[in-house]
């Protein structure tokens, strides 16, 4: 199952909606816009969710941002981001170990720069794919830190 983590803003917006919009273009994520979206909302798959249990809060993972201010979040975001690295795809020995994620990772791990763990694979459990997710949440708190985070 994925998640929906959206960076929510003061009043709402002439067409209803509250979502902050980002200077910065993005194409990322489980569900996304053809083109780009604007828009803080980013859907992330559940299967990193070991990962921001070990990264970002050992009991709520991910729903740990629900409802904090983005500026109490960023220092949290920058830990977890560093832990993970942002080395997308990637499954290897040391980044893995780094964070303490030892099972899922897929096989072959005797060899990281086997296929099996340099593939391009948005779905992987990888640090690096789940830190990468974290990265754009950080860089919209820094923009938006007064943005309340919203999860659906």
């Not at 992987?124 to 943005?147: C, M, Q, V």
């Amino acid at each position: 199952m994925s998640r929906n983590i959206r960076l929510m803003t003061g009043p709402y917006l002439q067409d209803g909606r509250r979502i902050c919009v980002s200077q910065h273009l993005i194409q990322e994520g489980g569900t996304q816009v053809m083109g780009g979206t604007h828009e803080c909302d980013l859907n992330i798959t559940g299967n990193y969710s070991r990962l921001y249990h070990l990264a970002l809060d050992k009991e709520d993972g991910l729903s740990w941002l629900y409802g904090k201010r983005a500026r109490d979040t960023i220092e949290r975001l920058e830990k977890a981001v560093e832990l993970l690295s942002t080395d997308q795809y990637v499954r290897t020995v040391d980044n893995c170990n780094k964070c303490g994620f030892r099972t899922g990772v897929g096989k072959g791990l005797s060899d990281p720069y086997s296929d099996e763990n340099r593939r391009g694979d948005y779905w992987a459990p990888t640090p690096g794919n789940a830190g990468y997710a974290l990265n754009i949440l950080l860089g919209w708190a820094r923009e938006f830190p007064e943005g309340e985070w919203d999860l659906i």
